[in-house]
């Protein structure tokens, strides 16, 4: 397990694994989240207090879901650079975070088109929808801080801490709708209980979620491998990829 | 795992539990702040000060909607099932409001306990469900309550 744990720390291994599943990825990323767009919008039934304005969740719970986890996985990451001084994790923390910015942008953003008719207002500031403001200006500040500081080594230290304090922030968007009162309502899907919505409806939006899982996962390979071309471009298999014509 | 990486392991791990420790016991010194709103339970007891701009929250009780046929004046009381406060609100009601549905009201509470509303907002739930099976449930739930059986809200 640890020689794996090893080889995965190899950026030119990692850029190779990368290059063979970067097509399987969007492919199959493009087809779920086609397949459940398509479906939630088009063909799943209405609801019966909100009508077709509910369709939003097709793209608000796919963006919401995604902008949270890839946080979680920035702050394991976080943790393989303080811990282990990881060169691959620290890629992995800044070829995502702008990808986690955009998400969490449109997150708030369907979300405050759907508010304005159902709720009557685009933005109110109760728990959920300001702490998911916080985890955008935690991605803003993530970016920030590593352009700001010039020096490679610091600048992976000092946002690995960032990200790690910033990880507080993910809970408390997940529970703020159970520990207090909130406009948002609660969510629908819980890990213990059925889903209170019928399958013609989860079943769309689980697709959604897993495409854009997967192009999340293309979208990663694909900005790791290019930070991975700019910081070694100085070995020899970077300059033989290069010189090959192959990258 | 070599001594200095567990070093810097147990390091993160305080960091955290930290971190995690400030941040829990700050939003729960601050809970009545980052609550959204008072229930009316809440307001029943004295906890919600009088006339300061507050928001209340709960369900609209079923069958006490009062329209002023002149103006757009509504009456309403909201209720969490343990108490209720009657709302007065002139202006335009969101889409979703209804008689049994979730709404957050902003505005003061007047000196007869009354609360005078200046914004409505529509609180959706967390169900959903398609047109027809909403319409199933609600024959077969009136079907029940003429056998004699009260049915119960579950949550708003």
Not at chain 1, 225 to 240: A, F, G
Not at chain 2, 52 to 60: D, K, T
Not at chain 2, 98 to 117: H, L, P, S
Request: with cysteine; net charge positive; aromatic share 12%.
């Amino acid at each position: 397990m640890w020689q794996f744990f090893h080889k995965l720390g190899s950026p030119k291994w990692f850029y190779g694994i990368a290059t063979r599943l970067m097509p399987w990825l969007l492919v199959a990323g493009v087809l779920l989240l086609l397949a459940g767009i398509v479906w939630g919008l088009a063909f799943a039934p209405k609801d019966y207090l909100q009508g077709n304005s509910y369709r939003i969740i097709f793209i608000h719970v796919p963006t919401a879901f995604l902008a949270q986890s890839v946080y979680i996985m920035m702050a394991v990451a976080a943790v393989v650079t303080l811990v282990w001084r990881m060169k691959l994790a620290d890629v992995f923390v800044k070829a995502v975070a702008p990808v986690g910015l955009v998400l969490t942008f449109l997150a708030l953003f369907t979300g405050a088109v759907w508010g304005k008719p159902t709720w009557g207002t685009w933005w109110i500031w109760d728990a959920r929808l300001t702490s998911m403001l916080i985890l955008l200006f935690l991605y803003g500040g993530v970016i920030a801080l590593d352009r700001a500081i010039n020096d490679e080594k610091s600048a992976a230290r000092a946002v690995a801490v960032l990200v790690l304090v910033g990880v507080v922030n993910i809970p408390i968007i997940k529970y703020s709708v159970e520990w207090w009162n909130t406009l948002h309502q609660p969510a629908t899907f819980k890990l213990t209980e059925k889903p209170s919505m019928p399958a013609e409806m989860w079943v769309p939006l689980l697709l959604a979620v897993l495409g854009l899982y997967l192009i999340f996962g293309w979208l990663a390979c694909l900005r790791m491998q290019t930070e991975i071309l700019v910081r070694e471009q100085r070995t020899r298999w970077v300059k033989d990829l290069v010189m090959a014509g192959r990258f | 795992m070599n001594p200095i990486r567990k070093k810097r392991l147990t390091i993160v791990l305080f960091l955290l539990v930290g971190i995690g420790v400030a941040v829990g016991l700050t939003t729960y010194a601050l809970r009545q702040n980052i609550n959204l709103f008072y229930d009316p339970s809440q307001i029943a007891a004295g906890e919600a000060p009088v006339d300061v701009r507050i928001r209340a929250g709960g369900m609209v009780e079923e069958g006490s909607v009062v329209r002023d046929p002149e103006s757009l004046k509504v009456v309403f009381r909201v209720t969490d099932f343990n108490a209720s406060v009657p709302v007065e609100y002139v202006g335009i009601l969101p889409d979703l409001f209804a008689e049994g549905q979730g709404v957050v009201a902003m505005g003061k509470i007047n000196g007869r306990g009354r609360f005078v509303a200046d914004q409505v907002l529509a609180k959706h739930d967390e169900n959903y469900m398609p047109p027809e099976v909403a319409d199933a449930l609600e024959k077969a739930s009136k079907g029940q309550n003429k056998a004699g059986e009260t049915a119960q809200p579950e949550s708003y």
